[in-house]
């Protein structure tokens, strides 16, 4: 496979309006999960939820079927240190909730509970390489399977004692991929590939935000921009081709 289509992407963090223009984030995720979901969703799975909606919705996809992957270097890192210092303060076993809005894929279970999706969804993190690392395996797996999939980055801001110097802000971005041409395709993906010469620009927005790369892939996108978007760091760092619209 040489390239993917984009049908839609999504984009969401507190304060801020969806890429397709939907969804403030005072009310994020609340049309991605039925409210039962909602309230006890992690406000991790809640941008996940509401980026994956946007994107789905752009490009007319079914998310009750449609395979979900999810990147993320640290996952639901909030959660699980929280719960984690609760027996160091002797508070006894955690409750079921909480418990399970720790575990690293916990988003895209809430994604695929919330729509009654039964097919396929994976979740990794690869450190810096995230990023790039899930566009692989989408690549991978329509490769394999053929027909589409939402791949969505998140992350959200490390508590103590973890914390960088320059703390990021919680925030999630979706792509939805396609093998085949679709009727007004957002734009055409290079699968990732190593050697960019550009990847050394990315190395700061990746200490601001480990889904710096999935961000400037969704941004080139939006605003309809070709060439090569740096998703991963140096030295060899990994770069996408975006040709804008292509069909």
Known sequence: ??????GGVGLSAPGLSGAGGGGAAADTGAQALPPALRRRASPLSLLVCDALAQAAAEAGADL??????LGSAYGEIGTAVEMMRSFGDGAG????????????????????????????STALAA?????????VEAAALLAERGGDALVVFADEPLPEPFAPARPWVAAAAA?????????????????PRRGSAAAAALA???EAHPCAGAFALV?????????????????????VEVEAGAS
Request: glycine letters at 10%; a positive charge; zero cysteines.
């Open 175 to 191: 792509l939805h991929l396609a093998t085949a041409p679709l009727a007004s395709p957002r734009a055409r993906l290079g699968v």
């Open 127 to 135: 450190g810096p390489e995230t990023v790039a690392m899930a566009l």
């Open 64 to 69: 009750a079927a449609i395979p979900v992957l």
């Open 204 to 206: 700061p927005a990746l």
């Open 1 to 6: 496979m040489n390239s993917l289509y984009v």
């Open 219 to 239: 941004e080139a996108v939006r605003r309809g921009r070709s060439g090569p978007v740096s998703i991963g760091p140096p030295p060899d760092g990994w770069v």
């Open 93 to 120: 076993l955690p409750s079921p909730i909480r418990f399970h809005n720790s575990v690293h894929n916990t988003p895209v279970a809430y994604a695929s509970i919330g729509r009654g999706n039964r097919g396929f």
